[in-house]
């Protein structure tokens, strides 16, 4: 036990308690490092934990160290007050955020404990304050006069408040009723953050219209890119503690993950959903999705975070179909095809609704970029305001800026953030493949900008 005396008590809870590795096992052998923690069971104890999960890490990824959040306090006595709060968001901003992976996150919620969960509380006071420092650092230092947009102030000052609440609460420090007081506080946050995205895409269209700059901007994609990246981190982190502490546990669910995600129910919800909107758009019978392949595979994911990517490709694709085959007494089928890696889940979603031209294809992961009949400036307009939001299966959220040229690029960092990724092959008069990649081995970190 010297090494974890040398860690702490965090450490030590962390490695006996979820499997986790602190940095230190950099230095050791890959059979240490693949060395099981006593206190998991096998897979053969449990047949519901996947061997790989019980014996560590793959043995095609002998050196992925895991390096755990830290607990341990920045300050040592709580702000006096939300000025004096907000001036440390410097000394926060200048901290490293601490990416984690889908693993971490699934084993460390196995068995939640009440010494587990405040000590996951812990971890949120310290990691949240950091991440939410970060932006109101770059939120304040955007180029071309894009943090003077209304919008952008609001989204500023929101993240500002949410920085100051998190200090200004006392650390937990009991298990029980103080965990929970800081979870809900949690909770509180990230419903307030809901509309975060909306007035993002606001502020930069009020830029536009001030002084011609958009999104097409290298500067100002690349800005969205990392701001939505890192709201997702935030609301994954937050939606798994508050999951964990306040809600009552779905079977078969750790937190927000779901230990046995069947991509082919998944894409079956999107599939009935984005059906469903087509048929009281266009008023007749969209085509079918056939889904194809490993339709019984099974591995743990984030459920909403695969409904919103299929959600939005299978809506594209049925209105594409639709559009190109309109007259004709038939649709072609969309078709959903799963293949089972070794590292990836892979799922093509192929339809013949006459394909994107090569020269727009690269278009279409610029934000804002869309052929939808609405413009953009709607987004504005209050009806699109907080409440609008529209929610489907799995926990998802069908945010009213698809259509907007939104769907897309927000897919692609659902995709990616975990370690996989969302291409598009198209055939200009013919139809459009979309190929989503998922880690399947869950040991991918989050993709921190």
Sequence with gaps: MAIWRKQGLAWAVLRLGSGLWPSATRGWTSAQRLAPAASLRTSAEDPSIPSWLASGCPPSQPDVAYTPLEAKPLLLRLPSSREEALELIPRYARRSATPVSLRQLLEFGRHP?????????????????????????????????????????????????????????????????????????????????????????????????????????IHISSFLDRFYTSRIGIRVLISQQVSMSLERSR?????????????????????????????RHYGE?????????????????????????????????????????????????????????????????????????????????????????????????????PGSHVHGARGASMDPLAGFGYGLPLSRLYARYFGGELSIASMEGFGTDAYVHLAKLGNRLEALV
């Design 113 to 217: 404990t009440p010494k587990k969960l405040l000590l996951a509380a812990q971890l949120m006071h310290r990691e949240l304050a950091i991440r939410l420092a970060h932006r109101v650092v770059e939120l304040q230092s955007l180029p071309y006069g894009l943090s003077e947009m209304r919008s952008v102030k609001r989204v500023c000052e929101l993240y500002e408040n949410s920085f100051a609440d998190i200090l200004m609460h006392p650390r937990p420090e009991r298990e029980g009723e103080e965990e929970r007081r800081f979870t809900e506080l949690l909770r509180r946050i990230r419903d307030r953050h809901s509309d975060v995205v909306r007035q993002i895409a606001c502020g930069v269209l009020e830029l536009k219209q001030s002084c011609g700059m958009g999104a097409d901007d």
């Design 251 to 279: 079977q078969g669910y750790v937190g927000i993950i779901h230990i046995r995600c069947r991509p082919a129910h998944v894409a079956a919800d999107a599939a009935d959903a984005a059906r469903a909107l087509a048929y």
């Design 285 to 385: 019978e969209p085509p079918e999705v056939v889904i194809l392949g490993k339709t019984d595979l099974e591995f743990p994911y984030i459920e909403g975070h695969l409904y919103h990517v299929l959600f939005e490709l299978l809506k594209n694709s049925i209105r594409a179909t639709m559009e190109h085959h309109m007259g004709r007494e038939s649709f072609p089928p969309i078709k959903v095809i799963i293949a089972d890696g070794y590292e990836d889940v892979t799922l093509k979603i192929a339809d013949e609704g006459g394909g994107i031209s090569r020269s727009s294809l690269p278009k279409i992961w610029t934000y804002m970029f869309t052929t939808a009949t609405v413009p953009p400036e709607a987004l504005i307009q209050p009806e699109y305001g």
